[in-house]
């Protein structure tokens, strides 16, 4: 028996699963005796009807019923072969900035992950704040970026919404006069929401200076863990050597910031819009405490 077609597979299966050879030919913008071609070459190899005519209805013998299901099966590996030779065969380079807290998180990994299936695909990864990697997009300076989504109004894909949370040392005691301690990033350049806070702070009449400042995220954190003060951290970075205040301790509520995917107006090259739908495709927000979990919609992704 000679090879089965994948364009006659594809017919039959279209056939199949509208019940019309006129809406198949539609589809697939064929005729009908085109089609009726193929099916009647298919039922010539196989040696069996594979669709009953017989009646004012469509339907399958129970020869289609069993290759239909093959059908499927063959016609998806050739889409994923297909695509896979598309991936491997791609090249070029591309500049990529990502924040410090997600750079501690498993994005790395996702990106060692698609460096390995896409060789031919350089990335060199920046990691910097929101503010200084939306500035970076707007001159064309990276190609992709994943950054807070406040910094800017251009076009930007959500990825997940990531909760901020004043934080101290398990044993630290919060100050019950006198101004707060707080550990900040200058000028908000981590966090979008800290002008938001300050703000509220100055509502609820309650005093409070800055006692440390970075814009580091590991250094805000060491600042945390050293009992320096009282710091504003993604929920995501905090260890078990913190705990977690808020208004019960007289603090304001701190907005979430939607972390997004930036694409700067240049990049439109083949290699950038795999990793943009690699990355969206690859990333699920999971509960609060553990962070990040990454899924695979393409098989061996």
């Known amino acids: 028996m000679d090879a089965l077609s994948i364009d006659h597979l594809r017919s039959f299966v279209t056939i199949a699963e509208t019940g019309s050879y006129t809406r198949a030919a539609e589809l697939l ?3 009908q005796p085109a089609l009726s071609h193929q099916i009647n070459k298919l039922e010539g190899q196989l040696g ?3 669709l009953d005519r017989s009646g004012r209805e469509l339907k399958l013998t129970e020869a289609g019923t069993v290759l239909l299901d093959y059908a499927r099966r063959i016609l998806s590996l050739n889409e994923e072969a297909l695509d896979r030779l598309n991936i491997v065969q791609t090249a070029g380079s591309l500049r990529v900035g990502v924040l ?8 790395v990994d996702l990106l060692t992950r698609f460096g390995r299936l896409c060789t031919n695909i350089e990335i060199e990864l920046l990691v910097s704040t929101s503010w200084e990697l939306a500035r970076l997009i707007r001159e064309n300076a990276l190609e ?3 950054a807070n989504e406040a910094y800017t109004d251009d076009d930007v894909v959500p990825l997940w919404t990531e909760e901020y949370v004043w934080a101290v040392h398990e044993s630290y005691e919060i100050p019950t006069d006198g101004p707060l301690p707080l550990l900040l990033d200058p000028a908000g350049s981590l966090c979008a929401a800290r002008a938001e806070a300050v703000e509220a702070l100055r509502a609820m009449n309650r005093p409070w200076k800055t006692v440390f400042s970075s814009v580091s995220v590991a250094a805000i954190s060491a600042a945390i863990r050293a009992g320096l003060g009282i710091g504003m951290i993604a929920r995501s970075s ?3 050597d913190m705990r977690i205040v808020g208004e019960e301790e007289g ?4 907005t979430p910031s939607c972390i997004g995917l930036y694409r700067a107006a240049d ?3 083949d290699a950038a819009n795999m990793l943009a739908d690699f990355l969206i495709q690859h990333l699920v927000r999971t509960d609060e405490r553990t962070g990040y979990e990454w ?3 393409v098989t061996g992704m």
């Open 29 to 31: 913008f064929r005729t």
């Open 48 to 50: 069996s009807r594979i």
């Open 100 to 107: 410090e807290e997600v750079a501690n998180g498993p994005l």
């Open 144 to 146: 992709l970026a994943v």
């Open 238 to 240: 905090i260890t078990n």
């Open 251 to 254: 603090l304001p509520a701190i």
């Open 267 to 269: 990049a439109r090259s």
């Open 295 to 297: 899924r695979s919609a």
